[in-house]
Structure formats: structure tokens, C-alpha cells
């Protein structure tokens, strides 16, 4: 997930909300991640999570994070 060095990185490029994370795409946030050295993140799974949370969908977020293993669908 998103934790404060990961939301730092984030912010640095330009992405401080669940809006503008939501509508980045995996080969961005992978990007911006590699040149962070944080090639080990899997952003894949926080775009749709970002959606929900933009939209204010907690009840499909919290359900979808649960289906969730380490961010990615298990």
C-alpha cells in the first residue's frame, strides 16, 4: 500500500489525491517509483482503490481490501 515515504514520492510527482492517483496509469506510478528506488512497489492495485476512495465508495473499498493480498487480488 501507500505509506508516508511511498506518499512523499507521490506528491513529488504531482499526485496528491486519491483523483489524481486514480487517473494515473501503472506505467506512470512504476516510473515514478523507479526512479524513488521503490522498484519492489506493485502499484497496479491502487489505481481502482484511489477510484473508490475519489468517488467516496467506502463500502466497495473496504470489501475489495479485503479480497486484497498485498494490494494485489488474490
Same mark, same amino acid.
Given at each position: 500500500?501507500?505509506?508516508? &515515504?511511498?506518499?512523499r !514520492? *507521490?506528491?513529488? #510527482?504531482?499526485?496528491?489525491?486519491f483523483?489524481e492517483?486514480?487517473?494515473?496509469?501503472?506505467? &506512470?506510478?512504476?516510473? !515514478? *517509483?523507479?526512479? #524513488?528506488?521503490l522498484?519492489?512497489m506493485?502499484?497496479?492495485g491502487?489505481?481502482?482503490?484511489?477510484?473508490l476512495?475519489?468517488?467516496?465508495d467506502?463500502?466497495?473499498?473496504?470489501t475489495l481490501?479485503?479480497e486484497?493480498?498485498?494490494g494485489?487480488?488474490?
Amino acid at each position: 500500500g501507500v505509506g508516508p &515515504k511511498v506518499e512523499r !514520492v *507521490l506528491n513529488d #510527482a504531482g499526485i496528491s489525491t486519491f483523483s489524481e492517483l486514480a487517473s494515473a496509469s501503472v506505467e &506512470k506510478l512504476s516510473a !515514478v *517509483l523507479d526512479a #524513488a528506488d521503490l522498484q519492489m512497489m506493485d502499484p497496479s492495485g491502487w489505481i481502482e482503490q484511489a477510484d473508490l476512495a475519489a468517488k467516496g465508495d467506502w463500502d466497495t473499498l473496504e470489501t475489495l481490501q479485503e479480497e486484497l493480498k498485498g494490494g494485489r487480488r488474490v
